[in-house]
């Protein structure tokens, strides 16, 4: 009876139900119209990656030596018209980014500064400890960063 059934044989009993594979494989989806049109569908995207100059991993460094990101084409790349589209693309971008406002600092935050810069002058590291003005417990680095700010606005 199936009352009798412990839950071991319940557990056998039961059919399995098999997930399908076809909806697991990931889809490459491409929003930009310049790598849109180089983009070959029956290539891994590695060798996409590749052939548009790219580095497909974060980890690895761009140029092979260890050093910093200086381009975006890995060692051995070919310069090609789309390599410098993107290049050119890319610097554009990171002109627009360095123009952007940036947010100013609130009336609550900059007397918070204030007080600390009245009390220890440009010692960031005195800033940094001083536990009951820095209640945000900002680093050195970070008031630093938001001294100077402070000491732009006044300008």
């Not at 610097?91 to 952007?100: A, V």
Request: glycine share 6%; proline share 4%.
């Amino acid at each position: 009876s199936p009352r009798a059934m412990g839950k071991r044989a319940k557990q056998r009993a039961r059919p399995k139900v098999r997930q399908s594979q076809k909806h697991l494989s990931r889809k490459v989806v491409i929003d930009n119209e310049l790598v849109l049109k180089h983009w070959d569908k029956r290539k891994s995207l590695a060798e996409n990656y590749e052939k548009l100059g790219l580095s497909l991993s974060l980890k690895q460094s761009v140029d092979g030596d260890g050093e910093g990101m200086e381009g975006t084409a890995p060692k051995g790349a070919q310069e090609t018209p789309l390599l410098r589209e993107i290049d050119r693309v890319s610097q554009h971008l990171e002109e627009f980014r360095k123009k952007q406002p940036k947010r100013p600092l609130s009336d609550s935050e900059e007397r918070y500064l204030r007080a600390l810069m009245d009390k220890h002058g440009d010692d960031y590291e005195a800033m940094e400890c001083d536990i009951e003005l820095n209640r945000f417990q900002h680093s050195r680095g970070v008031l630093k960063k938001k001294c100077k700010r402070v000491l732009e606005s006044q300008k």
